[in-house]
């Protein structure tokens, strides 16, 4: 799990990407980012989880990208990898206009997102 604290932008991204490339190399698949105390998200967050995302969704032989995309346009795709946990309603909403909630399951437990890994 990454507790994120304050703002993910152009001067936090770098740091957030390499942490959980970091856990990745170290054989972490599933990860948790928990957003409870950012206070806003930038493009450059966005892409951050995004490449995150792209990073977890990689290593997951289960689907080709073309079926994920296909499922995620449908609406019936959520990452088995990377889930979020407590967005304020700013990041919530910003996550939302970008599409995020489309394929990242979004908790507001913390309980519910760890068992949501399976």
Same mark, same amino acid.
């Given at each position: 799990?990454?507790? #994120?604290? $304050?703002?993910?932008?152009? @001067?936090?991204? +770098?740091? #957030?990407?390499?942490?959980?490339?970091? !856990?990745? +190399?170290?054989?972490?698949?599933?990860?948790?980012?928990?957003?409870? /105390?950012? /206070?806003?998200?930038?493009?450059? $967050?966005?892409?951050?989880?995004?490449?995150?995302?792209?990073?977890?969704?990689? !290593?997951?032989?289960? @689907?080709?990208?073309?079926?994920?995309?296909?499922?995620?346009?449908?609406?019936?795709?959520?990452?088995?990898?990377? /889930?979020? #946990?407590?967005?304020?309603?700013?990041?919530?909403?910003?996550?939302?206009?970008? $599409?995020?909630?489309?394929?990242? +399951?979004?908790?507001?437990? #913390?309980?519910?997102?760890? +068992?949501?890994? $399976?």
């Amino acid at each position: 799990m990454f507790h #994120l604290d $304050g703002d993910l932008d152009m @001067e936090s991204h +770098e740091q #957030l990407q390499q942490q959980a490339a970091d !856990a990745y +190399e170290a054989g972490s698949r599933h990860m948790l980012l928990d957003l409870s /105390k950012v /206070k806003y998200i930038s493009s450059s $967050g966005l892409r951050a989880i995004h490449q995150i995302f792209a990073m977890l969704r990689a !290593a997951d032989a289960g @689907e080709n990208d073309n079926e994920v995309r296909a499922r995620i346009a449908a609406g019936t795709y959520q990452s088995p990898n990377l /889930k979020l #946990l407590k967005p304020s309603p700013r990041v919530s909403q910003v996550l939302a206009s970008a $599409g995020f909630d489309m394929f990242l +399951e979004i908790h507001s437990d #913390l309980r519910a997102a760890i +068992e949501s890994f $399976g």
